[in-house]
Structures are given as C-alpha cells and as structure tokens.
C-alpha cells in the first residue's frame, strides 16, 4: 500500500491542467457508415504501459522499472521506459509508414510531433483513480493542450511554421487516433486493490470503464479527430503474472492452454461491450472512420498456436526476464532489479517481464493489425498505403 500512495501522491505533484470541454450533440444520424481508406500522416495513441513509449519514466523516473536494464536491450541496447525488451505495437506502426517512433508527449526534450504524439502512460486507467489519476480523459486533456499550441504556432507566422516541431492544422483531422488498449488496468486495480469480485467488476467497473472510452472518443471528435483505431484488451488471463497473482493454482480455473479462465472471460465481457459501444458511436459521429481491433483474437491466436509464430510452446506463459516461482515471474522480484534474470533469446518468448509481452509477440501482432487481420472492418493498410516491410 505504501507504493500506492507513493503513487498517487508523486502523480499529484504534477498538477495538470485539466480542460472541460463540451461534448458534440449526440443527435442520431441515420446516415449510412462508409469507411474510406486513408493514410494518416501520423498517429495520436492513447493508452497504458502496453503503448507508452516513456512518458511514465519522464513523469516518475523513481517508480518505473522500464528506466532499468535488461528493459530495451534487444532493439533500443537502452531502457526508453518502454515496457519491453524493443519495440511496441505502436512504434511497428510508425515504422511501416516509414515515420519516427512516437515521441512521449511528456518528454518534449528533442520532441518532434510532426507525426504525432504518444500520450500513453503506464498504470493509466480509462476511469477508475485508486492507483494512478493519469486516466484516457486526463490524456485527452493533454491531447487537446497539444493541439492548442500548434494552432497557436500556425496563427502566428510562417516562419514560427516553418521551424514548429507541431503537428500541422490539417494532421488533426488526418491522423489515425489509436485508442487502447486502455481499461486492463481497471479491472485489475477493481480485483486486487478494491477487493471486488469478477462479478462485480463486470456489472460496475466494465460499463463505467467503457463509458469513459466513448466519451472520450467524442470529445476528440469534437476537436476535429475522424480516423479512429479503437484496440480491445488482449488475453492477459494468459500472462504469467495473472496466472501466479489470480490463480489458487487449482486446475479447474485453468484452460487447455494453462490460462486463468476467469480473468480472459472477464476481458471478454469488456471487450464485447466496448465493441458494441463503438458500434453505436458510429451512428453518433457521423463522417468518422472507425476500426475496431480485436487484440483479445489476435493475441490468442499465438497463445494456442506459438510455433506457427516462431514462438516456444513450452514457454508460451513464462515470463523472459524474471526469476522464480512456476512461470519465472515473482512479484517481489521483478525484472528491472538487481540480479533478476534475463532469458538469452527473447524472440522465443511471448511474455517479457510477466505482465508485458516481447518485441516479438507486438510485432506479430502489428503485423496481424495491419494487413486487417482480427480488425473490423478488415482494412488492410500494407496494401492500400505501400508500406514497409516490418
Ligand atoms: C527524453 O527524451 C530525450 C530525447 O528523445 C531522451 O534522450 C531522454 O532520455 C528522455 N528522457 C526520459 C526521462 O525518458
Ligand atoms: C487561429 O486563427 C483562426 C482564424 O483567424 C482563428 O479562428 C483561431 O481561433 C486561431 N486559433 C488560435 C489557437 O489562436
Ligand atoms: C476481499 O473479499 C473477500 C470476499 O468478499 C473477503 O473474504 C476478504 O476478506 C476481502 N479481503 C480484503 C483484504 O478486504
Ligand atoms: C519463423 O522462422 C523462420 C526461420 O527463421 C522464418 O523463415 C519464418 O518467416 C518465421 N515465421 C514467422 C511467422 O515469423
């Protein structure tokens, strides 16, 4: 508990400015939804550790294990504050429209946000405050403080222009905003820190979490955002800190493939809501193009079958970096500290550090997400963008 408050407290320090903004009317449109392939000329990406690129080892260098090695050996030979050993889902992404990675919103030392800006923090939840206030509607609020500012830059000459490292005004409507995955945290916080039972997270914590994603959603429709990637939660029941955390260790609670069976049905349960929450917002956002990514399918997909990804069956649940316990993952002893181990081939592992997955396993999925795989509608920007080769 004492981490917790430590939490909180450093987050309060920052003292952001929150914004209130006024939502669009929600009048129904009976239009019918068309979705034109574009290609965005950048990316805004909203979520948790999953998509941060280092904005929590900026914000709180003293409580982020991401900041220590063996965290980005295999791709950065440094830690980024990225959770993993290189690169994320969202750097692939840029990498195959052939833009820089990222860059962390709140690390605007050498910034360039010509293509858009990660806003993305690790612990973020999309509603629930116990552990961290940075929430979806708190990183919209920094979004939006963004896009204030280049506007500013354009208003006041060319050349403050010319030499702006600020997304243009036309990127705003242009660019691919990826929501998610976003709301993990939330369930996770409701079962190990408010003590709720499964039952209870799915009736109270799941719709206020989904809510929380949509009004988001129309807030940056309001501020001119029309491409959107919403990206549903992967199987964590899967994860080697799930399964030593949640688990009695008794079989029954185990699937076929040694997941907790509670905790991927309650993602499920989420993801299902939020797919049908984004179905309805597309008849309240008339002109917006929206994809929904089924990471839950995706992620799956390799859990039951890793070899046909170059992954090792016998360590699909291990954690790489870590030490002891029945997957290599210990919560008192986590990666990032002092005589933990770090496996020798990374690229045979699913699992990184017990709750964050492998440059590996993210690239297979970018891979999957961008040829349309497990998106709807199945767009597939390889073909329709010439991208490169990731
Ligand atoms: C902030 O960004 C700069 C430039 O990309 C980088 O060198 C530095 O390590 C980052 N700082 C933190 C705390 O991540
Ligand atoms: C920029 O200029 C436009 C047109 O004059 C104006 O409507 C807008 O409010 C200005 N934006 C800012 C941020 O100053
Ligand atoms: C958590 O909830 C269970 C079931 O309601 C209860 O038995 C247990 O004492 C609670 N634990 C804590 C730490 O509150
Ligand atoms: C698996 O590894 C083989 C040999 O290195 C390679 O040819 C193949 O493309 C890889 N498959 C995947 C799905 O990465």
């Known amino acids: 508990m004492a981490m917790v ?14 914004y209130f903004h006024s939502s669009p009317s929600d009048s129904p449109s009976f239009s019918s939804f068309s979705f034109t392939p574009s ?11 999953l998509t941060d690129t280092g904005n929590k080892l900026h914000l709180v260098p003293s409580l982020t294990a991401s900041g220590n090695p063996p965290y980005g050996r295999t791709f950065f030979q440094r830690p980024t504050g990225r959770f993993c050993d290189g690169r994320l889902v969202v750097d692939f992404l840029a990498e195959s429209f052939g833009y820089p990675f990222l860059y962390p919103y709140f690390n605007n030392s050498g910034a360039d946000f010509r293509h858009g800006a990660n806003f993305a923090i690790a612990g973020s939840t999309a509603n629930l405050e116990v552990v961290s206030p940075l929430t979806l509607p708190v990183q919209v609020d920094e979004f939006i403080l963004l ?16 030499n702006s490292q600020l997304p243009k005004r036309s990127f705003f409507k242009e660019a691919l905003y990826i ?7 939330d369930l996770r916080n409701a079962i190990l820190i408010l003590n709720l039972s499964i039952p209870q997270v799915e009736s109270t914590i799941v719709p206020q979490a989904v809510a929380a994603i949509i009004q988001s959603a129309k807030r940056l429709y309001a501020e001119g955002a029309k491409n959107f990637l919403f990206v549903g939660i992967l199987a964590q029941g899967c994860s ?4 030593t955390l949640f688990s009695t260790h008794s079989p029954d609670e185990l699937d076929s493939l040694g997941c907790l069976k509670s905790f991927n049905s309650l993602v499920q349960v989420f993801n299902s809501q939020l797919q049908s929450a984004v179905e309805e917002l597309k008849q309240q956002i008339p002109g917006a193009a929206i994809v929904f990514a089924d990471y839950y399918s995706a992620s799956m997909a390799i859990f039951s079958n890793p070899s046909k990804y170059n992954f090792s069956t016998r360590l699909k649940l291990h954690a790489c970096c870590g030490i002891g316990g029945k997957y290599n993952f210990d919560p008192d002893r986590r990666c990032g500290l002092a005589a933990v181990n770090v496996c020798s081939d990374p690229s045979i592992y699913i699992n990184w550090d017990g709750i964050h997955f492998t440059e590996a396993f993210y ?7 961008l040829s349309g795989q497990f998106l709807d509608p199945p767009i597939n920007l390889i073909n329709s963008c010439s991208l490169l080769p990731i």
């Not at 080697?240 to 399964?243: E, I, L, S, W």
């Open 5 to 18: 408050v430590a939490i909180v407290v450093s987050f309060a320090l920052l003292s952001l400015t929150i």
């Open 39 to 49: 290609c965005p000329p950048g990316f805004v990406a909203f979520g948790n550790s």
């Open 240 to 243: 080697a800190y799930t399964v």
């Open 147 to 162: 896009k204030e500012q280049a506007l500013l830059t354009e208003n006041l000459s060319q050349s403050a222009t010319a």
């Open 363 to 369: 690239r297979t999925i970018a891979k999957f997400f």
């Open 179 to 185: 929501v998610g995955e976003i709301g993990e945290n």
